[in-house]
């Protein structure tokens, strides 16, 4: 049986230059050039599309705003107000769904961190909502603002995270100024497009209003674009609550973009089997989607994809589980079955970044990845069920989302490539460390990761035997130590300051519930 | 954001009856239904399979056995004796590959253990070949027969592991005895289809006298099926040494099957090029499923690879990198051009069973999957390069091809699946947990893994804070201590006994080098 000949890699080395690294520039913009994967026939696919129609047209989804009742009942739906049911006819979601765009650019502060979100591209996007933050030095904690500015500036070291969100949650600022500091922190340490929280109106608007002052945007030239995206979770079951509802509808009349993502548990606010789970999430997400297309239509809009199981002893949501995995590879084929670009997800409910939190994070992205997903949130520091969001995880998960984004590219198949040349070169039993055909190529053959220990057993016991985790530690450190905020003009870092301490000043905004 | 309602999750428990678990039974024979990923375009395997075909032609390989090249030379290949090379004419090359079975039934110690190779199949295989063994309370060491004999339990006990080889190499245990002791141990504490040496001819012929005895079968029986396998790995580049060319031809006389792997690591032993070194590799594969065929047209042959690529600054080999999740899409094109089933890797070159250890092994499980091997050898346990086996790793690794067995699991969609009823019976914001449609499928609704904690926070520390490596340690040990040897009729057992004990007062049998 074969065993690399360890020994051997001593024979030859190759001097030892450093390898640079340009290859993590295309990380920015990824596309995802895999086959998708399908979970059900085409002909089961249309048979819950159609289950979904029928729940929107016969059962409805309850939805406690108001206004958005206002702008259902507006748009022909069938609205009552007394038990605040709202249900559409199938030929109205079908219409209103036809309206969102299939594809849009989400806009950094300038063209090169643009991300295209639709067709082949893949946006890998860190943990978001996580209350705690945690770290071998430290321990788990609830998270503070420090913490949320060093996600931040992680993100932003990091191509293959093309857009940045605020996590974990900065439990020390309060909740009506919380907005403020964190989407200036979003605006001033990060280039990248931005989440914007839907948490109230009041926020919503602060949210925009910064994103213009850092970006230099007017009005107009705001509303022309996709410079924000947030993220609007339904209560599953069937259910819409206030501030969700007037986020989908602030953000798209100001045009830009909600990920709607129903976040469906199988046996707990789901039907215990994948495909009802899939059922719901998809009636769920069309009517978002429908509201969106209602409060402005062509408004940018996900599909958002959020569908795991629980464990039936205990109730405990798990995620990473085959379960999920076929659900991914289902939400895909849902989403492209109406034409929308769709959101997945990675996770995990491991407490430490051990070995489960890698299996359980590393086969729900493979779900996302093979799903197609456009965008995979929570892909990176994601522990505990989103409950905290763990520095070192963050850094293998970077790891492991850098592995995808050189999956991704092609392999080189050129005549060249096959080198009959090279095999003619070396004999029988030799090795192709001098050939000309590695020479030339050496230097950028081959992806080299940061944080794989690829040393043979006593090198690494020698210099302390540290397991991926501690590594880990330490690359985080660095990356802070080193961190370098991108450039911006000085007028409009005032003007954002001078903003947030008004608002500060006038109370911040509540948060709506 | 979305996070689980973990608090919600004690609001309804379904009453703690243990989950069953039949399910596993369905692993014993796993059918994969995910589309087979490519890494190249059909011109470019094309290019591939001539520049090999090429190679063998006009180049050729040197092969050190002196009979093998008389096998050789009365098929009609060109071999020159003075420098040991033999060439392969094209039209030979392909008329013999063309004789080699696309598919067949290695047989177990009775037919529920049968392990069909090919086509859909596809069959996992625990770590080969490793020297040493480790585990987390005695760290790392030179394997002994106590830990080959335990790993055959924990491979018996594992019905995601179908075939059964002898790992870790028992040092303890004399060269000349080696292969007695542990195909005893492997015949007796194991009723799967085996691994049996390739170390020499006499080797050879006591392990399959072993299995003829152990298994009831006459000569005839035995060459009329599939009993035994063995992995050949040739020298790369372009070079068969004498054990290895004897395995190819006593296995192929005698029926049975070699599973024929070129160890191609791309900048060292083959081209820097993926596409390189995979040429290398199918001229090598193609090459020794020539010698089987000409030594007995139609024996049963598996296209092996492992290609994979060194750290170019160290000369280190790396598994589970971008590079080899490409290589093994483009094995799994390459033998299915050719017609022949597939065996692909897993590996990590991680010290320690830790974060890196796992996303490696799964990053190249998923590459080996999705390329449609039919075999996947070293997925459960391998560590540091196939240098030491794991215990701890060993049951992670299950645990992942468990998930890997469920996802190839088909997912439910029927209208009963799908379950308008209950979503039209659970009211908006409610939960599904008491539901109808749950309550009649909860118990077998999802799978339920052995490892992964899914307990909250609070739970979990409580009970010590356990990383999945700790207790995977735990794990190991229960299976150990529970272990039941599958029956056997006594006459068989001493029959092998008596075998052993007079083969190893004869001195054994030499390993042939």
Same mark, same amino acid.
């Given at each position: ?10 024979? !030859?080395?190759?001097?030892? $230059? ?43 989804? !309850? ?7 206002? @702008? ?30 299939? !594809?849009? =650019? ?33 321990? *788990? ?69 910064? /994103?213009?002052?850092?970006? %230099? ?53 789901? +039907?215990? &089997?994948?495909? %009802? ?80 939190? /890698?299996?359980? &994070? ?23 069920? %989103? ?9 293998? $998960? ?45 230097? $950028?053959?081959?992806?080299? +990761?940061?944080?794989? $220990?690829? *040393? ?7 210099? %302390? ?15 802070? !130590? ?5 450039? =911006? ?10 903003? @947030? ?13």
């Amino acid at each position: 049986m074969e065993t690399p000949d360890r020994t051997g890699r001593a024979r !030859r080395r190759i001097a030892g $230059d450093a390898l640079s690294a340009p290859r993590a520039l295309k990380y920015r913009s990824l596309s995802n050039p895999l086959l998708r994967q399908p979970a059900f026939s085409a002909d089961r696919i249309e048979a819950i599309h159609e289950a979904a129609l029928r729940t929107l047209e016969e059962l409805g989804v !309850r939805v406690l705003d108001g206004e958005a009742r206002a @702008v259902f009942r507006a748009g022909d739906a069938e609205v009552d107000e007394e038990t605040q049911m709202v249900r559409l006819p199938r030929a109205l979601t079908k219409a209103l769904v036809a309206k969102a765009p299939s !594809r849009f =650019m989400l806009r950094g502060a300038h063209p090169a961190r643009d991300v295209a979100i639709g067709g082949e591209s893949c946006a890998f996007v860190h943990v978001g909502g996580a209350p705690n933050v945690a770290d071998l030095d430290r321990g *788990r904690r609830p998270a503070t603002f420090a913490d949320t500015s060093n996600f931040i500036k992680l993100v932003q070291a990091s191509d293959v995270i093309p857009l940045v969100q605020p996590t974990p949650e900065a439990q020390d600022v309060p909740v009506e100024l919380r907005h403020l500091a964190v989407t200036e922190a979003l605006l001033t340490l990060s280039d990248k497009p931005l989440y914007v929280y839907a948490r109230g109106r009041a926020q919503t608007r602060d949210g925009f209003a910064m /994103v213009r002052m850092a970006r %230099g945007l007017g009005e107009a030239e705001f509303a022309a674009g996709v410079h924000a995206y947030t993220v609007i979770n339904t209560n599953s079951p069937r259910q819409l609550d206030v501030p969700m509802a007037r986020g989908i509808i602030d953000f798209a009349r100001a045009g830009q973009a909600s990920i709607i993502t129903p976040f469906t548990l199988a046996g707990a606010m789901a +039907p215990v &089997t994948m495909a %009802g789970a899939l059922t719901l999430a998809h009636a769920e997400a069309l009517f978002g989607v429908a509201l969106a297309q209602l409060a402005r239509p062509g408004a940018p809009v996900v599909y958002g994809s959020f569908t795991s199981n629980v464990d039936m002893k205990s109730g405990s949501p798990a995620f990473g589980t085959p379960e999920f995995v076929k659900a991914a590879f289902g939400a895909g084929q849902l989403a492209r079955h109406v034409g929308l670009s769709w959101r997945g997800s990675a996770g995990t409910a491991s407490n430490a970044p051990d070995q489960q939190g /890698v299996w359980e &994070t590393l086969f729900s992205l493979w779900g996302s990845v093979l799903g197609g997903a456009n965008m995979v949130i929570h892909a990176a520091g994601w522990l505990e069920g %989103g409950l905290t969001a763990s520095y070192e995880k963050f850094v293998m $998960d970077i790891e492991m989302l850098e592995t995808f984004a050189e999956i991704f590219q092609p392999l080189g198949a050129s005549d060249d490539d096959i080198g009959y040349e090279a095999l003619a070169e070396v004999l029988p039993g030799g090795h192709f460390f001098s050939a000309a055909h590695t020479m030339a190529r050496y230097r $950028d053959a081959f992806h080299a +990761p940061k944080i794989a $220990d690829w *040393r043979n057993f006593g090198q690494w016991s020698d210099d %302390g035997a540290k397991t991926a985790g501690e590594r880990a530690n330490a690359a985080w450190k660095e990356h802070l !130590r080193t961190f370098t905020p991108p450039e =911006m003009e000085a007028a409009r870092r005032e003007a954002l300051a001078d903003f @947030v301490a008004r608002r500060a000043g006038e109370g911040g905004a509540p948060v709506e519930n």
